[in-house]
């Protein structure tokens, strides 16, 4: 099985179909912390609903256009990444990371992403890697600029989350500029 470890106690899998309850459970038990900034916190209510958006990515995966992965912290779900957009044609992917509160603190958002940036760079090319947040989300915007991104803008108003139109910034890192942070730092 495949398992990057981000610590000691720290790992970063595939999240797949078969895991459904599992993530179906995870995301009951947080809802209220992943609904103001994730749409799909609030369609995935059950096992079949989870199946079905895991199945999606699994999809994606295999059509080379998104992937998925769980978070896992002493052999418990506690978040996840995902490629949501991963166009290999334009060179352009987004990344994406959720984490449970208990879980927060410990660089786990950081190391996972460092993970999704370096494979898309280094391994399959891209070109561009964006991060694209709620603009009222600090510690997602934290987390881009520890990962060394640019603020390119902000689309206003760009879509309905929870009754309300959200203003989303889009923070991007460039394959030429993340190699040259990475080689400064070896």
């Known amino acids: 099985m495949f398992a990057y470890p981000l610590t000691d106690n720290a790992e970063l899998r595939p999240l797949e179909p078969w895991q459904a ?23 995935i209510v059950d096992e079949p609903s989870a199946r079905q958006w895991l199945q999606r990515y699994a999809e994606r995966q295999a059509a080379d256009s998104g992937r998925i992965y769980g978070i896992w912290l002493d052999g418990a779900l506690v978040g996840g990444t995902l490629f949501r957009v991963f166009d290999t044609a334009s060179g352009v992917c987004e990344v994406g990371v959720w984490l449970s509160p208990e879980a927060q603190g410990q660089g786990l958002v950081n190391r996972a992403a460092r993970c999704m940036i370096d ?12 991060w694209r947040v709620d603009a009222t989300n600090t510690r997602s915007i934290a987390v881009a600029n520890r990962l060394g991104m640019t603020r390119d803008g902000v689309l206003r108003e760009v879509f309905p989350l929870n009754g309300v139109r959200i203003d989303l ?7 030429h500029e993340w190699r040259a942070t990475h080689a400064e730092a070896v």
């Open 119 to 130: 494979w898309a760079v280094d391994v399959r090319g891209m070109a561009r890697v964006e």
């Open 21 to 43: 309850a599992d993530f179906a459970a995870y995301v009951e038990r947080h809802r209220a912390h992943l609904a103001p900034w994730l749409p799909w916190a609030q369609i």
């Open 169 to 175: 910034e889009v923070w991007s890192v460039l394959a």
